[in-house]
């Protein structure tokens, strides 16, 4: 069973505006980890935000925060204010609290910001 | 700031060899991790290690084997290259088995095998 889910392939926002970027997980353990990563055309992955599964409050990195609904297994990222930069592909991606536990990452989302 | 350099961002290389890439990390950590990320199926790991000569499978290590005899360096080896292995490759390094750790990726290398 797929542990991340991002069902959006593609998404289209205007510059200045906000979008949000849709991330579901599955897992049973009670103690995991969250993370976002943006990967322009360049290639690099590049970390963003965070959310432990025991953190009171929702993540913020500058423009970027995690709308985190534990219940509904939903961990979805919020960009304020787009940017022609922030034009890439978005991963989420899960770890889970056992030992020696790796990442695993949803198929991503390719974001297009438009001027 | 964290620093993983992947050895070539391009690489050609023909049906049958055996292919290195190298990934070289300089902040001490402990955990690296080999991937490999085709359009449509996200990122897959293939190898990991949490400690110099140790290794772990990943979700698809056939036609893989790795290599971590110093702490800053994890080598991916594909031991006879096949057109199937071309694919973009990412290396990444984390500080510690804390969940709270992100993974530090290198710049990728574009593998084609002809």
């Known amino acids: 069973a797929q542990k991340i889910t991002q069902t959006q392939p593609g998404m289209f926002v205007q510059e200045k505006e906000a979008v949000t970027l849709d991330c579901t997980y599955d897992?049973?353990?009670?103690?995991?980890?969250l993370f976002w990563y943006k990967q322009p055309s360049s290639g690099e992955m590049i970390f963003l935000i965070y959310q432990g599964s025991y953190d009171q409050q929702n993540a913020t990195e500058g423009r970027y925060s995690l709308n985190f609904q534990k219940a509904r297994k939903s961990a979805n990222l919020v960009i304020s204010a787009s940017q022609l930069g922030d034009s890439a592909m978005y991963f989420c991606?899960?770890?889970?609290?056992?030992?020696?536990?790796?990442?695993?990452f949803g198929k991503g989302t390719m974001l297009l910001v438009s001027p | 700031d964290v620093k993983v350099t992947q050895s070539s961002r391009y690489l050609v290389k023909r049906t049958g060899e055996k292919v290195f890439l190298e990934c070289v990390q300089d902040m001490d950590h402990e955990n690296m991790f080999w991937y490999r990320q085709d359009p449509g199926l996200g990122l897959r790991l293939i190898y990991f290690?949490?400690?110099?000569?140790?290794?772990e499978k990943g979700d698809i290590p056939e036609g893989y084997s790795v290599s971590r005899e110093k702490k800053e360096r994890f080598s991916l080896i594909l031991e006879s290259a096949s057109t199937n292995q071309t694919s973009m490759y990412l290396c990444?390094?984390?500080?510690?088995?804390?969940?709270?750790?992100?993974?530090?990726f290198g710049d990728g290398t574009r593998l084609s095998i002809l």
């Open positions: 897992t049973s353990d009670p103690s995991y980890g």
């Open positions: 990444a390094s984390s500080l510690s088995d804390r969940e709270r750790q992100p993974q530090h």
């Open positions: 991606a899960m770890r889970e609290g056992r030992r020696y536990s790796t990442l695993t």
């Open positions: 290690s949490y400690d110099v000569k140790m290794k």
